[in-house]
Structure formats: C-alpha cells, structure tokens
C-alpha cells in the first residue's frame, strides 16, 4: 500500500517530469534561450517558471522587432517582463524599454507643470508651433524668447498679455513655462474664474483643500492667472484671494503673468465694482501690484479655437 508521501513524491515527479518537458521544447526558441541567459539558476529550478519565462521571451521578441511606442505589442506598453534572480527564486517585474526610457526622459519635465481647471493640452504647448502671422504676435514670442534666455540672469518682468477671445494668450505663456520646466523651473496655470468658486466650495472641506490649494498657487515659482476679469467678483475674491496673493508674490519677487481679455484700465474698472459695492481705491491698489509684477502688452488676432 502507497503511502500518502510517497503518493505526493510521485505526484510531484510526474508534475516535474511534465514541466521539463516543456522546459526542453522551448529551448528550440532563441529567444527563450535568450532569456535564460540572464538568470543564473540551476536548470532543475527553471522547469516550474517555463511559462513566464516563455512571456518574457515572447515579449523580447517584439521589443526586438519594434520600431518605436506606438508599435509596441507588449502587455504593458513601452514595458517589458524581465527575470529576477532573488534568494534561488525568480520574480519577475517590468523594465521600461529603450523608447520608454528616452520618452520618459523628453517628458518628466512636464510634471513641473501644475494645471488648475485648465485643459491638459497646454502642457503641449510649444514655442516652435506658435503661428507668427502679424506684428503683435511676433513682439509677444520675441518677449518670450528674451524671458527664456534672461531668466538666470537679468529676468525681465512678467507679462499682462491682453487681447482678443482666442486670440491664443493663454497659449503662448503656456509654450514660455513648457520651455522653462525644461530647465526643471515650476510653474502653475490657474483659471482664475473657476479657481475662485473651487476655493469658495472648499471652505468647510475637512481635508483642509482650500489653504492646500490657495498656499500653492501663492507659492508657485512661476504664476499664470489665466483671464483675470471674466469672473464674478466679490470683495472677497478680489481682496482675501487676488490681494493676498499679488501682495506675496510681489514681496517674494515671484514672476506672476496674467491673461485676460481686459487692458489693464478696464480691469481696475471690472475690479473697481463687486457683486455688493464699488470701491476704487481698492481696485487700484490691486491694479498698481499687477503693474509691479508686469509689463502689458496687446495680443490682436484672429480666433483660433473656432
């Protein structure tokens, strides 16, 4: 009569003899060898890893034949599955191939982009792509050319872009702080009209969002309030929020650009009349810090986001 050990030992011998046979057929596959060639265990101990061994060579195998990312047939794009020797055991894990790595290394300077309600697509803004089609345009990218250039050095001020609707503002200063979070430089683009009612709604959050999220924007290294004037003041906005933090930046020396469809004489009017009063004395004190921080210059152009 077997016993139970000695049914498991056979059990067991047969369920290895199986796998080395699978083991051995796949040895006729160059890429599988390949594969082996990078773990240095005795061969007995290979036979039960003979199915992921066989994903990582299968996922070599298109790595080899690639021609770049969006070629990619691997189970995790720009990944593949690679063999880890660790304490006579196998794990395996993903590496980033070639084209992962050098694309990983063309973007990571997007991360010193900060967005708030503002679409993603600004983070692809780029100066080579800007169209040069009239004489307000080119003054405006020869700015930010000079900006770029002087930002370690003599930094000129910021910059109060008016103009028209879609005339590609906010756009342009998008392709100015892309190109200066290349040199590891951090920026925030915030959409002051939403940001306003995003603070406003975060009043009682438990999570403490709203000094998280007004402590960020007043601390950024490099500032776009986006469209200043299209927004529903309120005493609070323009002096607890707009005040506060144009006051700050303006100690720190922080460079803080704006955007708005307003020149600067019609915003201290916009900023001059809230939802509850009109007060001028106010708006002006506000409109003397953006004029600190700023040099105003008009942006006249077709509309773009038709």
Same mark, same amino acid.
């Given at each position: 009569m077997i016993t139970l050990k000695e049914g498991l030992e056979k059990q067991n011998l047969k369920i290895n003899n199986s796998l080395k046979v699978d083991f051995n057929k796949e040895l006729n596959n160059p890429y599988f060898s390949l594969v082996l060639e990078k773990i240095d265990l005795e061969e007995n101990k290979l #036979? !039960?890893?003979?199915?992921? &061994? %066989?994903?990582?060579?299968?996922?070599?195998? *298109?790595?080899?034949?690639?021609?770049?990312?969006?070629?990619?047939?691997?189970?995790? !794009?720009?990944? %593949?599955? &690679?063999?880890?020797?660790?304490? *006579? !055991? @196998?794990?395996?894990?993903?590496?980033?191939?070639?084209?992962?790595? %050098?694309?990983? !290394?063309e973007t990571s300077f997007l991360n010193n982009i900060k967005l708030y309600n503002e679409p993603s697509e600004l983070k692809n803004a780029r100066i080579k792509d800007i169209y040069v089609d009239d004489k307000s345009r080119v003054e405006v990218i020869k700015? @930010?050319?000079?900006?770029?250039?002087? #930002?370690? %050095?003599?930094?000129?001020?910021?910059? #109060?872009?008016?103009?028209?609707f879609g005339s590609g503002k906010t756009y342009l200063i998008s392709a100015l702080f892309n190109e200066l979070a290349k040199q590891n430089v951090s920026s925030v683009i915030v959409y002051f009209p939403e940001f306003l009612r995003t603070l406003k709604s975060s009043f009682n959050d438990i999570e403490n969002s709203y000094n998280e999220r007004?402590? #960020?924007?007043k601390n950024a290294k490099l500032l776009l309030i986006d469209d200043i004037g299209a927004e529903n003041l309120t005493t609070w906005g323009r002096d607890e929020i707009l005040g506060t933090i144009l006051q700050y930046r303006m100690q720190e020396n922080l460079p803080t650009f704006f955007t708005s469809n307003l020149n600067m004489k019609e915003l201290e009017e916009h900023l001059s009349i809230t939802t509850s009063s009109s007060d001028k004395v106010k708006a002006r004190r506000i409109i003397e810090r953006i004029k600190y921080l700023t040099d105003e210059m008009t942006l006249i152009g077709i509309n773009r986001r038709k």
């Open positions: #036979y !039960k890893y003979t199915s992921r &061994i %066989k994903d990582c060579a299968n996922e070599e195998q *298109n790595c080899q034949n690639c021609k770049g990312l969006c070629f990619c047939k691997n189970e995790m !794009k720009g990944y %593949k599955l &690679i063999p880890n020797v660790l304490d *006579n !055991k @196998i794990n395996f894990e993903y590496e980033a191939c070639s084209y992962m790595k %050098k694309n990983l !290394k700015y @930010i050319n000079d900006y770029i250039k002087n #930002y370690n %050095k003599d930094r000129l001020k910021a910059l #109060y872009l008016t103009g028209s007004f402590n #960020y924007v």
